[in-house]
C-alpha cells in the first residue's frame, strides 16, 4: 500500500496522537500511502513529532492535518477526530455499516445509514474500563512486555476462560489474584481479559440494539486479535479488521488535508511558545510530623522460594517463647514474630504474588534460618491471621485466631499509639480508612470502587517513570507539582503523559502522583471532615516519606507514622494471639515450609452456590477452604450457617399478612433502588386496601434486561430498575414507583437519595407500554 519516498515530492501529513500512541501517515496528492508511522509517545508527542521529520528529512509539504485529540505543537489545520475516521472509512471501506474505535483511553462507535452517509456516534463514559490502556496495565501488572503479548498469549488458550472484571483496575487486580490462586494458567488469564475486555465495549455500545453489519474495527485494540475474536463471538457478527486500522485517525486526517489542497507549500513549523508551569502544590517536606527511623538492628534479604526481606528489632533469647502474626495481602505478605509480653522481635516481608502458601512457607523458612544461625531455640505458643488470605492460610497453618483487618490494624495503632482516633491505611489495592473512640473502632470504611488510591498504583507510575520505588521519596520531596486527575487510575496516567509533554520534570510528576493519590483517598474513601486529630498511617506505603508529607501538607495535621508501619497489620495479630493465649495452640509450626503441600481446586455441587474448594492434605488431615455454607468437607449435606439463628425476615413476614380480601386489580412492585428495602411495608399498605400486589424479586436477569431498554448508560441498580419495571407489565395492572427526594429523619443530618434514584421512575415512563401504568406519587 505504501509507494516510493521522495523528499522533494508533494506531500500531505495526518497527525493523531491518542493517550498513548503516536500516528502518521504521509500521503500524496493521489492519496497513495506513501509512509506510515506508529510510535508510543510516553508523553512526548512534540518530540516523536519532530524526530519523525527529521528522520524523513521533510521541510516542506502542502497540509498538515492534525486530529482534535492531538495538542498543537506543529502548525497544521487541525480536524474533528469523529470527521477523520468518516474520511476515512468513506475513502476505503464505504460498505461498512458500523465502525468501532477502540484507543488507549476512549472507545466508541459510528453508525452509517444504508447510502453510507454518518448517521450517528456513541462512545464510553468518563470510564476507561474496555480500553487499550486498561489492557496495558494489566500486562504489566502480569510482568508481560505489553499487551501484544497479552493478545497472543490469549490465543493460545485452549482452557476456560476466568471471570476477570473489566470494569476497573481494583477489581481486574482482585481477579487476577484469585485466578492465579485458583490454578488458572498464563495463557487462560489473558484470555479472560481479553474476552472481560470485549464484553464492556460490547455491553456499552451495543446494550439496546445489535450492530448493522458490515461491522470494522479500528484503533489500536484493533490490533489485539484476541478482543477481535471474543468481539466477533459476542456480537455474533463478521468483523472487519482493515489494513493500517491503527491509523484510521491519521490517515482520515491525511485525506482530509488531500481534499483541501490549493497548490501551495507550507514548511514545517513547531509552536515553540513556553507555556508557563502552574504549580497546583508546594513543596512536599515533612514540618508537623516525626518521621521515624525504620532500620532495626539487623536487616537483610533471605532468599528462599521468595525473597523475603527480613528486619530483627531486638535480640532473641536464647530460649525464646514467641507469638506471630501473618498478613496475608493482595500483593504482599507479612509476618510478625512479637516476645510473651508484645514487644516486636522481628519482622519478615515478601511478595504474596498470587501464591499466598508458598510465601508463608518462605517466611516461616526465613525465621527458622535465623534462630539456628543465632543458636536460638524457639517456641511458638499462637498464631494468628489477617489480609486478604487469612482465612485460607489460617486453615492451613492451624491460626489460633483468623481476624479482620479492620481489628488488626487498630489493634496494632492503639499499642504504638494510644491516642490514635484516626488511621489511614493504603494497601497495594485497597485503601482503608479507621475511625477510634477510646481505643475502639467506631466506624470503618474501605474503598469500594476505585483503584486509584492504592500502593500499586504508585508502584506502577514510579516504574512507568523509570523511578526505583527505594528512591521514590528522595526525588518527590522538595518538589512543587501540578495536579493530575484522582478519578482513574488510567486517566491519571493520560494526566501525566499531558504533563510531560508540557516539560514538567519526572520528580515532580512523582510529587503529583502523590498529591493524586491523597486527593482520591480524602474524596473517596474517607471523607476530610471524618479526619480526626491523632492520625495514624499505616500499610507499606507509609514509609514514603513524600506521600507523608503530602498527606500532611494537605490536611495540615502531625502524622504519625510507626517504625513497623509496613507490619502492623500482622503485629495486631500477634497481639490479640497473645492476649488471648490459654496455654494451648492449634499453630503447626514453622517446620511447615519443609512440606511440599499441593493444593487442588474442587467444586461443591451440594447446593446452587457451586462454591470454589481449596483443598489440601496435611500430615493426613484434609484442609479445605471456600465454602459459602456451614459444612465441614467430610459432611456430604448442604448445612445452613443461620440454622438456629432467629431470622428476623422471616418472622416479619410472618407478621405482614392479607389484611383485606384482595380485588381483580393488581399492582406491581418493582424490587429495585430503594423500594427493596419497603417492599413489606408497601405489601402491607396495598393488602389493607384491598388491592393484590405481586413484586419483581423472581425477576431472572434485571440488569441484563435494563441495559436493553435504558435509553442511556446507566449504572448497574439504575439499569436494573429498567428491568424490573419491564418485568411486572404483563401481568399488572399499575407499576407503583413513587418519587424519593430525601428521607425524613428529624434527629439525624439531612440526607438526600442518590441523585439517579430520585428521577429513576421518571425514566420508567419512556418505557414501552409503562407510562400507562406507573404510579408515580412524590
Given at each position: 500500500m505504501e509507494k516510493s519516498f521522495d523528499t522533494n515530492g508533494k506531500y500531505f501529513i495526518?497527525?493523531?496522537?491518542?493517550?498513548?500512541?503516536l500516528s502518521i501517515v504521509l500521503m500524496d496528492e493521489h492519496k497513495n500511502i506513501i509512509d506510515t508511522s506508529y510510535t508510543y509517545h510516553h508523553?512526548?508527542?512534540?518530540e516523536t513529532i519532530e524526530q519523525y521529520f527529521n528522520k524523513k528529512q521533510l521541510k516542506k509539504v502542502c497540509q498538515i492535518a492534525i486530529t482534535s485529540s492531538t495538542p498543537q505543537v506543529v502548525k497544521a489545520s487541525q480536524v474533528n477526530t469523529?470527521?477523520?475516521?468518516?474520511?476515512?472509512v468513506k475513502e476505503f471501506l464505504p460498505h461498512v455499516r458500523t465502525l468501532v474505535i477502540i484507543g488507549g483511553e476512549k472507545f466508541g462507535v459510528i453508525?452509517?445509514?444504508?447510502?453510507?452517509?454518518?448517521?450517528?456516534?456513541?462512545?464510553?463514559?468518563?470510564c476507561a474500563a474496555g480500553t487499550g490502556g486498561f489492557l496495558d496495565q494489566q500486562a504489566r501488572r502480569l510482568q508481560l512486555a505489553g499487551s501484544q503479548e497479552l493478545s497472543q498469549l490469549a490465543l493460545k488458550n485452549v482452557g476456560d476462560i476466568p471471570k476477570i472484571a473489566s470494569r476497573c483496575a481494583v477489581f481486574a487486580k482482585t481477579d487476577l489474584i484469585h485466578s492465579q490462586q485458583e490454578g488458572y494458567s498464563i495463557h487462560e488469564i489473558c484470555d479472560g481479559l481479553c474476552y472481560g475486555l470485549a464484553r464492556n465495549i460490547a455491553d456499552t455500545l451495543f446494550a439496546s440494539k445489535k450492530p448493522a453489519q458490515p461491522v470494522a474495527i479500528v484503533g489500536g485494540v484493533s490490533l489485539n486479535k484476541a478482543v477481535i475474536k471474543h468481539l466477533e463471538t459476542i456480537l455474533d457478527a463478521t468483523v472487519i479488521v482493515p489494513e493500517l486500522s491503527h491509523l484510521y485517525g491519521s490517515l482520515g486526517a491525511a485525506l482530509w488535508a488531500v481534499s483541501r489542497a490549493d497548490g501551495s507549500e507550507?514548511?514545517?513549523?513547531?509552536?515553540?511558545?513556553?507555556?508557563?508551569?502552574?504549580?497546583?502544590?508546594?513543596?512536599?517536606?515533612?514540618?508537623?510530623?516525626?518521621?521515624?527511623?525504620?532500620?532495626?538492628?539487623?536487616?537483610?534479604?533471605?532468599?528462599?522460594?521468595?525473597?523475603?526481606?527480613?528486619?530483627?528489632?531486638?535480640t532473641f533469647a536464647k530460649e525464646t517463647e514467641a507469638f506471630i502474626g501473618i498478613d496475608i495481602g493482595s500483593t504482599s505478605t507479612k509476618m510478625a514474630v512479637t516476645d510473651s509480653y508484645g514487644n516486636m522481635l522481628a519482622g519478615f516481608y515478601t511478595r504474596t504474588a498470587g501464591k499466598p502458601l508458598e510465601a508463608v512457607q518462605s517466611l516461616f523458612e526465613a525465621l527458622d534460618s535465623y534462630a539456628q544461625q543465632k543458636g536460638v531455640t524457639l517456641s511458638v505458643k499462637g498464631a494468628a491471621t489477617t489480609g486478604s488470605g487469612r482465612k485460607f492460610i489460617g486453615t492451613l497453618i492451624g491460626a489460633d485466631i483468623i481476624l479482620d483487618e479492620i481489628s488488626a490494624h487498630a489493634k496494632a495503632a492503639v499499642a504504638l499509639n494510644p491516642d490514635v482516633d484516626t488511621i489511614i491505611e493504603i494497601g497495594g489495592q485497597d485503601s482503608k480508612f479507621t475511625m477510634l473512640k477510646n481505643g475502639n473502632v467506631v466506624f470503618s470504611q474501605m474503598n469500594n470502587v476505585c483503584a486509584a488510591g492504592t500502593g500499586s498504583f504508585i508502584e506502577e507510575?514510579?516504574?512507568?517513570?523509570?523511578?526505583?520505588?527505594?528512591?521514590?521519596?528522595?526525588?518527590?520531596?522538595?518538589?512543587?507539582s501540578p495536579v493530575a486527575s484522582d478519578r482513574c487510575t488510567v486517566f491519571m496516567e493520560r494526566d501525566i503523559n499531558y504533563l510531560m509533554s508540557k516539560g514538567?520534570?519526572?520528580?515532580?510528576?512523582?510529587?503529583?502522583?502523590l498529591h493524586s493519590v491523597v486527593e482520591n483517598y480524602l474524596s473517596k474513601v474517607s471523607g476530610e471532615a471524618k479526619i480526626g486529630n491523632c492520625i495514624c498511617f499505616q500499610g507499606a506505603t507509609a514509609k514514603n516519606k513524600a506521600l507523608v508529607a503530602a498527606f500532611e501538607q494537605r490536611l495540615q495535621k502531625p502524622i504519625f507514622v510507626s517504625k513497623y508501619c509496613h507490619l502492623t497489620g500482622a503485629l495486631g495479630c500477634a497481639l490479640e494471639v497473645m492476649e488471648t493465649y490459654t496455654g494451648k495452640t492449634k499453630f503447626r509450626g514453622i517446620d511447615l515450609y519443609k512440606q511440599e503441600i499441593p493444593i487442588k481446586n474442587e467444586t461443591c455441587n451440594l447446593c446452587t452456590n457451586h462454591c470454589k474448594l481449596k483443598?489440601?492434605?496435611?500430615?493426613?488431615?484434609?484442609?479445605?477452604?471456600?465454602?459459602l455454607c456451614g459444612r465441614d468437607y467430610h459432611y456430604k449435606k448442604f448445612v445452613s450457617k443461620s440454622k438456629g439463628v432467629f431470622d428476623f425476615t422471616k418472622e416479619r413476614k410472618k407478621i405482614i399478612s392479607n389484611k383485606t380480601k384482595s380485588q381483580p386489580a393488581k399492582v406491581g412492585i418493582p424490587a429495585a433502588l430503594h423500594l427493596v428495602d419497603e417492599l413489606d411495608l408497601w405489601i402491607d399498605f396495598f393488602e389493607r386496601l384491598g388491592v393484590s400486589v405481586s413484586t419483581s424479586m423472581d425477576c431472572p436477569d434485571p440488569v441484563a434486561t435494563g441495559k436493553r431498554l435504558a435509553q442511556a448508560e446507566f449504572c448497574a441498580p439504575m439499569a436494573a430498575f429498567h428491568g424490573h419495571i419491564a418485568y411486572l407489565l404483563d401481568t399488572c395492572d399499575f407499576i407503583f414507583a413513587p418519587i424519593y427526594i430525601e428521607k425524613d429523619a428529624p434527629q439525624e443530618a439531612r440526607r438526600q437519595y442518590c441523585y439517579y434514584t430520585q428521577f429513576a421512575p421518571a425514566l420508567g415512563y419512556l418505557l414501552p407500554e409503562a407510562s400507562q401504568k406507573l404510579l408515580s406519587p412524590v
Open positions: 495526518g497527525i493523531d496522537a491518542g493517550s498513548t500512541a508523553g512526548k508527542i512534540k469523529q470527521v477523520a475516521y468518516v474520511q476515512a453508525e452509517f445509514d444504508e447510502q453510507g452517509n454518518y448517521s450517528e456516534y456513541r462512545g464510553n463514559t468518563s507550507m514548511p514545517i513549523e513547531f509552536n515553540h511558545e513556553l507555556e508557563l508551569k502552574e504549580y497546583n502544590y508546594e513543596k512536599l517536606d515533612i514540618v508537623l510530623s516525626q518521621y521515624p527511623d525504620f532500620a532495626g538492628i539487623e536487616s537483610y534479604v533471605y532468599h528462599a522460594k521468595q525473597d523475603v526481606e527480613v528486619d530483627i528489632y531486638a507510575q514510579a516504574y512507568k517513570l523509570g523511578c526505583a520505588l527505594s528512591q521514590y521519596a528522595n526525588r518527590a520531596l522538595g518538589m512543587q514538567y520534570s519526572t520528580d515532580e510528576l512523582l510529587a503529583t502522583v483443598v489440601a492434605e496435611i500430615n493426613g488431615e484434609i484442609v479445605a477452604y471456600g465454602f
